[in-house]
């Protein structure tokens, strides 16, 4: 059983850019949401995708969106970047509601 | 609305000890609770998951406890060693709608010193 992967490990993007991330999901699981976590604070929830539709969302402006394919692996992207945009960003798996595992994160640095 | 928060925000002992960390939350209806590890620039490796009905749960050295009624769990660490060293976070369910999402807190970096 595979756990879950993301790429890349990490990118640099200037303001205004447009980035994608990529997560596959662990075997078996059918949702994959998606954190932010800033340098010095805990994981922020940015939104959820079950059966590929967006199944709830936090704080976060139009401008993050995702998608999640038949095969359960998902994208997060990021459009007109901003310098607070940087941040690792960590894709969790599951069944639904249950147990979240998670990856181990895609740096991005945005200058 | 669910607020996690964790105390002290670092901690530095020598190894050998043995410590505790906090973990507080606003809401008590909670159906569970976990703690992570998380090494600098990685991602969060589950240490241990205690549902409501339990009050522990041990794995190892850890022992994490859980009281609802008082918002708190604690994250017992004995007899620490050098490779404990990094940031222990706590993360509580929300569910709203259909989606559960995890609310974290700040998370505690310890160092252990040899």
């Known amino acids: 059983e595979t756990g879950v992967t993301q790429s890349p490990t990490h990118l640099i993007k200037t303001r205004g850019q447009q980035v994608t991330l990529r997560c596959s999901s662990q075997?078996?699981?059918?949702?994959v949401s998606w954190y932010q976590q800033a340098l010095g604070q805990g994981p922020q929830f940015i939104f959820q995708?079950?059966?590929?539709?967006?199944?709830g969302r936090g704080n976060f402006p139009p401008r993050f969106s995702g998608l999640q394919f038949p095969n359960y692996s998902s994208e997060l992207n990021v459009n007109a970047l901003e310098l607070d945009d940087s941040a690792l960003y960590l894709c969790?798996?599951?069944?639904?509601?249950?147990?979240?595992?998670f990856g181990p994160g895609t740096r991005l640095t945005v200058l | 609305k669910q607020e996690v928060t964790q105390i002290p925000a670092a901690l530095s002992v020598p190894e050998g000890e043995n410590l505790v960390l906090n973990c507080s939350f606003t809401?008590?209806?909670?159906?569970?609770l976990q703690w992570f590890r998380q090494d600098p620039g990685k991602g969060l490796t589950s240490l241990l998951l205690?549902?409501?009905?339990?009050r522990e749960q041990t794995s190892g050295r850890l022992n994490a406890s859980l009281d609802k009624s008082s918002g708190r769990s604690t994250l017992y660490i004995a007899a620490s060693q050098p490779g404990d060293s990094a940031t222990y976070l706590c993360?509580?369910?929300?569910?709203?709608?259909?989606?559960?999402?995890?609310?974290f807190g700040k998370g505690t970096k310890l160092t252990v010193n040899p």
């Open positions: 995708y079950y059966r590929e539709e967006e199944n």
């Open positions: 993360a509580v369910p929300l569910t709203q709608g259909g989606s559960e999402k995890l609310v």
């Open positions: 809401d008590s209806a909670i159906y569970n």
């Open positions: 969790a798996s599951s069944r639904t509601n249950l147990k979240q595992f």
């Open positions: 205690i549902q409501s009905s339990q």
């Open positions: 075997s078996g699981h059918n949702t």
